[in-house]
């Protein structure tokens, strides 16, 4: 175990001093893109403003013989892109490298460190199993910032991909002050836990429950009986632990990968049911999929005007009070400070989302 005062001082002389609060950036979607793709990197230019994060993929669902180009890719569109990644970019740019027992990961670190280290905001680790591997990248990148002079700490985000991730999970958002995030990796969690599932993400018909079944007049159930059925969210119980290990260690929880990209509907209900657990954004696979992660990771007009009210209602912020038929207290009003917050956070990048707060009136 690392002592607590470790996280207080670099790990390599001369890297950036650490961090000690993780930055609430807005990063409502994390665009995916291709960087060895031509047709998917001519269209980030124009995407710069749109987004929050834009990613440049080097892992799964890039073949095997593009990894060379596509991290060459990502260095020369960094270089190149204006308003991108960096403190002063109006979109983030992260990377997801690839997996730490590929054969690609280190020339990732050594390749992207020195030559856009600068403009990269956070590093996402594929399927991470422990802390010790977080450790690795940790170490890794310390000795590479030192040697490039950067400044600024670049920060971690770690996908959960297996069982003993999930397991481990407490001690992964712990690992380091790097370390800004989770995201669920729903395709290779669910084959490295044997679920049987077949589908990036979203839910599976066969997972619901059933409504009890009527009794006759002897009391027999009707099984037989037409009975509502409920679909269930198979990634419930794994988002939920995310939220609280985040939470605890003061990082961010996001949803990760839908993979139908045509059924938008399912997609919206994925994303809304993560962002109520808590999540703060999730991952768009396609361009159709930003716009869907804006809507849903902001609060809405009518949520900012209730906990602005209710803001209102409760003066200095004790007591108990009544509105609109509802009890209201210090607790509740937690709840609206968080909505109150986030919308201040969004509203500072988001000049349309701005103008609609700015346009509520209390009464
Ligand atoms: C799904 C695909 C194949 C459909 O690609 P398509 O070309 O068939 O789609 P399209 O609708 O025909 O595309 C329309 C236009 O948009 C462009 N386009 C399309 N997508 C993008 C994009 N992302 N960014 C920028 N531009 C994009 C595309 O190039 C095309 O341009 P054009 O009009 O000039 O012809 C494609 O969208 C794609 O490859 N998306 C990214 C996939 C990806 O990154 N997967 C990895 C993350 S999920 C994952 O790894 C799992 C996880 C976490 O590890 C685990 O659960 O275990
Ligand atoms: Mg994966």
Known sequence: MRSAKDFFRPLAVGAPQPLTEIP???SRAIHFFDPSNEKMAAKIPQMVGTVDVLLGNLEDAVKADNKVAAREGLVRIAQETADLGGQSGSTQLWTRINALDSPWVLDDLTTLV???GDKLDVIMVPKVQGAEDIHYIDRILAQLEAKAGLARPILVHAILETARGVANIEEICGASPRMQGLSLGPADLAADRRMKTT??????PGYLVRQDPPRGDDGTAQIDADRTTYQQDLWHY????????CAMHGIYPYYGPFGDIADVVACEDQFRNAFLLGCVGTWSLHPKQIEIANRVFSPSVEDIRHARRVVAAMGDGTGAVMLDGKMEDDASLKQCLVMVQLAEELAAIDPKLKAQYDAITLD
């Not at 589908?199 to 599976?204: A, K, N, S, T």
């Not at 794994?238 to 290990?245: L, P």
């Open 238 to 245: 794994t988002i939920a632990r995310m939220v609280d290990a």
């Open 199 to 204: 589908r990036v993400g979203g839910g599976h």
């Open 114 to 116: 020195p030559a856009i």
């Open 24 to 26: 609430a950036r807005p």
